[in-house]
């Protein structure tokens, strides 16, 4: 079973709120990953957790929060985010940290007003 | 950040048509992984390549890795409608941190 759940599928928000994204696996899978995507271009690498703790952060501004709280779940927090905010945010996950195969979750849709 | 040199970026063929598309580096990869990614859904994996020269099938698809390591290249024979997407190529470069860089993308359009 590859399956990287996330939800919801479809958010939409205003600049001053608060919300979260959220991500789950039951592959065992000790990495975790969250993308970033504009429409037509490819996904673009925002943060990488390993055995649950944060590797790489790709200078990602601290209005994206990630979280994550065991091994199978992994959260993205919103705050104060922008227009150009607006994106399909990824997550996937990977059996070893940057090695092998990524796999993963439909998306979330995220529109900023 | 870095991206990879994905060709062509879409196309438009007849369905049965077979298609090629290419992935080139400037630098050396140690491992290639093709996804398909439809409209509003994330990637899905398709075929991964972890050996020089490695040459692998996946039904109609075949995808190798370059002898040089700089390259990768994705072949779908006899396509069909739903082969509609776009395919991005994925490669590690073996640094310091081993991340994934994505192939900018080939927009495959199939007419019946």
């Known amino acids: ?113 | 950040g870095q991206q990879l040199n994905q060709s062509p970026q879409s196309m438009f063929i007849q369905e049965g048509e077979d298609v090629s598309m290419n992935c080139t580096s400037s630098s050396i990869f140690n491992t290639w992984l093709w996804y398909k990614q439809d409209p509003g859904e994330g990637p899905v994996l398709l075929i991964a390549l972890y050996k020089a020269g490695e040459l692998t099938s996946n039904g109609r698809l075949t995808a190798q890795f370059g002898i040089t390591r700089k390259d990768s290249f994705l072949n779908i024979s006899a396509s069909i409608p739903s082969d509609v997407g776009i395919y991005f190529c994925a490669g590690r470069d073996g640094g310091a941190t081993n991340k994934l860089i994505f192939g900018t993308g080939t927009l495959l359009a199939v007419q019946p």
């Open chain 1, 1 to 113: 079973d590859t399956e990287v759940t996330q939800t919801p599928k479809h958010l939409v928000m205003g600049m001053t709120n608060k919300k979260s994204l959220k991500c789950e696996q039951h592959m065992g899978h000790r990495a975790m990953y969250w993308y970033k995507q504009k429409a037509k271009k490819p996904p673009e690498l925002m943060f990488v957790y390993s055995y649950e703790k944060l590797s790489i952060n790709e200078s990602v501004p601290s209005r994206f929060s990630p979280e994550c709280p065991n091994s199978s779940l992994l959260n993205l927090h919103l705050h104060a985010l922008q227009p150009e905010d607006s994106a399909l945010y990824l997550c996937a996950s990977s059996r070893s940290p940057n090695t092998g195969e990524l796999f993963f979750g439909e998306g979330s849709r995220l529109t900023v007003l």
